[in-house]
């Protein structure tokens, strides 16, 4: 359940460029406005320091979903 809300997560991450592209913004609102980051910076194409903040964020709640996802119990 952990790894399948990982790869979610990270699919959104891998497809910002292809949405923005599509003028879509598929982040979470509240990352985005968190660090400054307009739905403008993601149609602009360049990647601002906020952009990379949101990136970064969003992906290690990937990353944390991945890490409780692989707990083994013998």
Known sequence: KQQGKAIGIATQVRAVPFNASQRRVLLPATITA?????????FNGTTTE??????????SQAYV?????TFVFF
């Open 34 to 42: 968190g660090h400054k980051a307009s739905h403008q910076d993601f």
């Open 65 to 69: 979903h991945l890490q409780h996802g």
């Open 50 to 59: 906020a952009i990379r903040k949101v990136i970064y964020d969003v992906a």
